[in-house]
């Protein structure tokens, strides 16, 4: 059987599942248990957090065959339909890709429709911040007034992006990011079901460079047990996540103080031998002479997510204060950054930025 990536594997299927969205999932139960739905939600906040997930949950616990309930059972057949996708009273929408008019008109002329098994017809629509402005004006007037069997669920990594008409006409739910040690404790887990032996310092690592999103954090343990053959340990993770780079960056850093040209050809020459992306480590060295940022602004600093241990860091990284808003334009330097399915080189900084070749030798 083809491998199923673990953030997929390990989706959680109830609202108990979820963590460390206990606001968002303890409020939409009571709502539910309550029977106070309400048609429109807003599911915002930082990638890789439980957003589609909960939508998804959201939507079983709406037409489960045992509900309205808070605890959809996961085996009748709109829990499975729901669960596998295929359900067709619960349409996704990636607004990313379709961002136009013509899908939202679509929307509207189905929306009308009774649902066909369930209760509630339920629209998660993803990405909501992509559409057009013409395409949300068209939701708008849906949102206004919308027949009583349609739920919408706009999810978003970029809330400030959505206009003020829209959000003012839902129910904001916002997403935090997920402590570290809620992410060890998660990997733990599913690294011990999975029978993979991580080091306990290799998952705070993976755990730390996951920036709060349980996704990425997941994905770079899928990555390591693929790798690694039995026992995950720090250093694995430091080169699967490239930090290593930073290490290189560290000591040529050293060797141009300490004026030793001599050493910044010895490391050049072992990196290329290593087959290592030189336009990383250059990149690396880049970073490194940036004026610092204003650290309320980005929390991360200017290095990216995760530095070298080496390093230190100034606090855990882990961010517990609603997201900025910045979302997947952040400007990330870490494999932190990468979603499930990326390379194994981390992002550079900033689109459009080059790396240059470095200044000729220095004249002795
Ligand atoms: N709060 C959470 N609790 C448990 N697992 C989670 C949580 N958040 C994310 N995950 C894991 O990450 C996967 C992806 O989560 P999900 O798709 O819900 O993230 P998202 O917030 O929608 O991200 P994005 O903004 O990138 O779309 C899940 O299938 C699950 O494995
Ligand atoms: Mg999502
Ligand atoms: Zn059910």
Redesign the pocket.
Same mark, same amino acid.
């Given at each position: 059987m083809s491998h199923v990536s673990?953030?997929?594997k390990? *989706?959680?299927q109830t609202f108990a %599942? !979820?963590? =460390?969205?206990d606001r968002v999932t303890r409020t939409l139960a009571n709502a539910i248990t309550a029977n106070r739905i309400v048609h429109a939600y807003l599911f915002s =906040?930082h990638? =890789? /957090? @439980?957003? /589609? /997930?909960?939508a998804r949950i959201l939507a079983k616990a709406l037409n489960c065959e045992r509900g309205p309930t808070a605890t959809p059972c996961n085996v009748c057949a709109a829990c499975r339909a729901i669960g596998g996708g295929v359900s067709l009273d619960v349409i996704e929408i990636d607004a990313a890709s379709n961002r136009g008019i013509d899908e939202i008109r679509d929307l509207r002329e189905k929306v009308k429709l009774v649902p066909v098994e369930g209760r509630y017809k339920v629209y998660i629509i %993803?990405e909501a911040h992509m559409l057009t402005a013409e395409a949300a004006n068209a939701l708008l007037k849906t949102l206004e007034e919308p027949p009583p069997h349609a739920v919408f669920i706009l !999810?978003t /990594?970029e809330p400030n992006r959505l206009p003020a008409t829209i959000t003012s006409r839902t129910q904001r739910f916002d997403?935090r990011r997920?402590p570290q040690a809620a992410i060890v404790d *998660?990997l733990r887990t599913i690294a011990a079901s999975e029978g993979i032996t991580v080091d306990d310092e290799a998952l705070q690592l993976i755990a730390r460079s996951a920036d709060g999103a349980? *996704?990425d954090a997941?994905s770079v343990l899928d990555q390591l047990s693929a790798f690694c053959q039995g026992r995950v340990t720090k250093a694995d993770v430091l080169s699967v996540l490239g930090l290593i780079e930073e290490e290189v960056a560290q000591q040529v850093t050293d060797a141009v103080v300490a004026g030793d040209a001599a050493a910044c050809l010895e490391i050049a020459n072992r990196v290329i031998a290593e087959g290592r992306d030189v336009r990383q480590i250059l990149r690396s060295l880049v970073e490194r002479g940036d004026p610092p940022e204003d650290p309320d602004s980005d929390r991360r600093g200017s290095r990216g997510p995760v530095r070298h241990p080496a390093q230190g860091r100034s606090g855990d990284g882990v961010v517990e204060a609603e997201p900025s808003g910045n979302g997947r334009l952040d400007r990330r330097a870490g494999g932190a950054a990468r @979603?499930p399915g990326a390379s194994g080189v981390p992002r550079g900084r900033g689109k459009g930025r080059e790396c240059r070749a470095p200044p000729g030798p220095p004249k002795a």
């Open positions: 673990f953030y997929r390990w *989706r959680p %599942d !979820v963590i =460390g969205q =906040g990638r =890789g /957090t @439980g957003k /589609t /997930t909960t %993803d !999810v /990594t997403f997920i *998660r349980l *996704r997941e @979603g």
